[in-house]
Structures are given as structure tokens and as C-alpha cells.
Nanobody, 128 residues
Framework: VQLVESGGGLVQPGGSLRLSCAASGFTFSNYVMSWYRQAPGKERELVAAITSGSEISAGEMTNYADSVKGRFSISRDNAENTADLQMNSLKPEDTAVYYC?????????????????WGQGTLVTVSS
């Protein structure tokens, strides 16, 4: 069970980056995929999430932190087992380690659980 992020780096303010998360070892299409970030000295926060689409008749649904709405876009490819985060109009305050997360509800030992997988993180630095 593994998530591997890629695509981080140094970018100037106003620039763009595309992060990618490659999943293996689990049924990717069943999981909600999310991107979190953690800036130095701050708590980890949810950036964007996308449902699997299999449980909602309307198809995939997305959710974004207010701070990134209109600038970031999350997508997934269930055939390729990948989830991407397109980041545009980047700001210095977007500087953080970005983590990919996969989550699903399950019954374990007769009790409901939320199972999660985390990637190792990729650093995004926005600076001139």
C-alpha cells in the first residue's frame, strides 16, 4: 500500500506547478483522494479532495480550502491510479510540504473505521 507524490519544486509567485500522486497496493477507485499541506510551524491542513464517484450518482465531487479556490484544481484518473493537483497563481503563502492522502470508510472487527494512506510529501516553495 503506497502513495508517491511528485512534481514539487521552486516556483516564482504567480507561477504554476502540477503535483501528481501515484497509488499502488489498494483499490484506488474506492478511495477519496485528498491533498493536504503543512507549512513550517503550522498544522497540516486540507487543500483539496475528490470523491471516488462510485458512491455518488452525480459522479465525482470536489472540495477546496477557501485559500485555494479558483487557483487549484484536483483531478483523478482511476484507470491510471493517479490523483493530481494543478496549482496556478501560486503565492508565497502556498509554500509547504504537500501530502497525498487516500481514505475510505470500512468495517473492521465489527466497528466502523476510516482507513487512510499517506504519501511521504513533496516540497513546494513559492519565492522570487
Amino acid at each position: 500500500v503506497q502513495l508517491v507524490e511528485s512534481g514539487g519544486g521552486l516556483v516564482q509567485p504567480g507561477g504554476s506547478l502540477r503535483l501528481s500522486c501515484a497509488a499502488s497496493g489498494f483499490t484506488f477507485s474506492n478511495y477519496v483522494m485528498s491533498w493536504y499541506r503543512q507549512a513550517p510551524g503550522k498544522e497540516r491542513e486540507l487543500v483539496a479532495a475528490i470523491t471516488s464517484g462510485s458512491e455518488i450518482s452525480a459522479g465525482e465531487m470536489t472540495n477546496y480550502a477557501d485559500s485555494v479556490k479558483g487557483r487549484f484544481s484536483i483531478s483523478r484518473d482511476n484507470a491510471e491510479n493517479t490523483a493530481d493537483l494543478q496549482m496556478n497563481s501560486l503565492k508565497p503563502e502556498d509554500t509547504a510540504v504537500y501530502y497525498c492522502n487516500a481514505g475510505v470508510g470500512a468495517v473492521v472487527g465489527g466497528s466502523p473505521r476510516y482507513l487512510e494512506v499517506w504519501g511521504q510529501g513533496t516540497l513546494v516553495t513559492v519565492s522570487s
